[in-house]
């Protein structure tokens, strides 16, 4: 069958944010108003970091502004995979933090836990499930890695188990899958518009003030604290911290540090019984496979499959628009890798089809810092891992701002910047080549060309 068959009937608009349990907006703000902390964006930094403000301090007065509606980016349209890792993984740490990683994978644990006690403290519906994840083989040479690639996390303490073809095929049946590796407990999988829509609930119910449909248009001191301008009116506030993912930040000097990289998903209609029986799937955990240009993959609570990845598209300029929410290129070709991982499946539909931009920094995992002496302070660059990341930044953030040494604080990844993005037209060309090198390596027994090892060398090793 034609894969673009499969995609004939889509909605083009992200499964999750269609949920009818979809809340209503909250009213725009209108005039002034006086907060101790403003907190900009209403995704799950944001969200994260009100949240965690009043639990810290409930007398403190918190004002959170939303451009749009809450969890309408890429907080809501996301693969719902919530990861105890902070480093975009356990490799990039250990490449990036060696000596600190110890220390990062405990601190991602926790978060990972403490994301989960918060959604059974405030009831959020979230479909929460702890499943884990495999990380699956699907060239020879990627075998070996896994293996390898288990033994190394056993010397850090991260716990993980290889799979040979016949027992990862016995936890998912595709026919692509020749190892794996598990993950059992530091990932969860999760419906990422209800946990937005849950953490909005939670901060309200604490008196968090939420005003969505009102941008932060400018950003700028006054007096002991910060003012900031939007369409109707004005917050001043002694504090200030920024989740405003990849739309341009306010703290202007942080941009160059950013690259917009659009990512895209289809979900299938709900399995039969008898599909799922054909594809096994029993322990539900999150997949991924181990290329360069990778796929993510999971199974929803009402049994459809998520698909995305491969592609990562950026566009010269760094622009963010609309209309590169949507490729149908890539989605064509999505469901042609979908049905050769699953050929059982075939003729099973896609209901829904998305995209959106991911804020990806040079080091694929985020970076923090200050402004206007301490008053604002900013999280950004989780680069498509930033479901569970994004709690462990508002904790950064407000110690940042509380001006207070921490353990987080004292991280030589939270004193450290990634390097900037050089400009254009070198930024799109050297992206472009990456990407087209990464391809060749994925065709080459994984065999990392000259670029590659250069940018390798550099720090900047990307994938997609």
Not at 103 to 116: C, F, M, P, Q
Request: aromatic content about 10%; glycine content about 10%.
């Amino acid at each position: 069958m034609d894969p673009a068959h499969s995609i004939a009937d889509v909605q083009y608009t992200p499964f999750w944010l269609a949920d009818p349990a979809k809340p209503e907006p909250e009213p725009a703000l209108v005039g002034d108003t006086h907060c101790d902390l403003l907190v900009v964006g209403g995704g799950y930094t944001g969200l994260w970091t009100a949240l965690i403000a009043k639990e810290r301090d409930p007398s403190r007065d918190v004002v959170l502004l939303e451009g749009k509606e809450i969890g309408w980016a890429a907080s809501g349209r996301n693969g719902g995979f919530c990861a105890a890792s902070l480093t975009h993984g356990f490799f990039n740490g250990l490449e990036r933090w060696p000596n600190e990683l110890r220390t990062l994978e405990r601190l991602g644990r926790e978060n990972l836990d403490a994301i989960e006690a918060a959604v059974k403290r405030y009831d959020i519906d979230c479909d929460w499930e702890r499943t884990g994840e495999l990380d699956v083989a699907t060239e020879p040479h990627q075998v070996e890695e896994l293996r390898e690639g288990a033994e190394l996390m056993r010397e850090y303490g991260v716990e993980s188990e290889f799979l040979d073809a016949d027992a990862v095929r016995e936890q998912v049946n595709s026919p692509t899958f020749l190892a794996g590796l598990w993950h059992r407990d530091d990932v969860a999988m999760v419906h990422p518009a209800k946990l937005a829509w849950g953490l909005k609930r939670a901060c309200m119910e604490l008196g968090v003030r939420v005003y969505e449909n009102t941008s932060a248009d400018d950003l700028a001191p006054k007096g002991d604290g910060m003012a900031v301008k939007t369409p109707y009116g004005r917050v001043f506030a002694a504090h200030v911290a920024l989740g405003t993912n990849i739309f341009p930040n306010l703290v202007k000097r942080v941009r160059p540090f950013l690259a917009p990289v659009y990512d895209y998903a289809l979900m299938t209609e709900p399995l039969s019984e008898e599909q799922l029986a054909s594809i096994g799937w029993k322990n539900r955990q999150g997949l991924g496979d181990s290329n360069n240009q990778f796929h993510y993959f999971r199974i929803s609570a009402d049994n459809r499959i998520l698909w995305g990845g491969y592609d990562a598209v950026y566009h010269y300029g760094s622009k963010v628009r609309d209309e590169y929410d949507h490729r149908p290129e890539t989605y064509v070709k999505l469901a042609g890798h979908f049905f050769k991982a699953f050929p059982q499946l075939e003729g099973l539909r896609f209901t829904h089809a998305w995209g959106g931009a991911i804020d990806t920094c040079s080091r694929f995992s985020a970076f923090f810092g200050t402004a206007h002496k301490g008053r604002v302070s900013y999280a950004l660059g989780y680069t498509g891992l930033g479901v569970g990341a994004t709690r462990f930044g508002a904790e950064v953030m407000l110690d940042l701002l509380s001006g207070e040494k921490t353990e987080r604080t004292e991280l030589e990844m939270v004193k450290s910047k990634p390097l900037p993005f050089p400009p254009e037209p070198v930024k799109w060309v050297g992206i472009e080549m990456t990407k087209w090198s990464l391809d060749r390596a994925d065709h080459n027994a994984g065999k990392r060309n000259l670029w590659l090892k250069t940018m390798d060398a550099l720090g900047l090793g990307f994938d997609s």
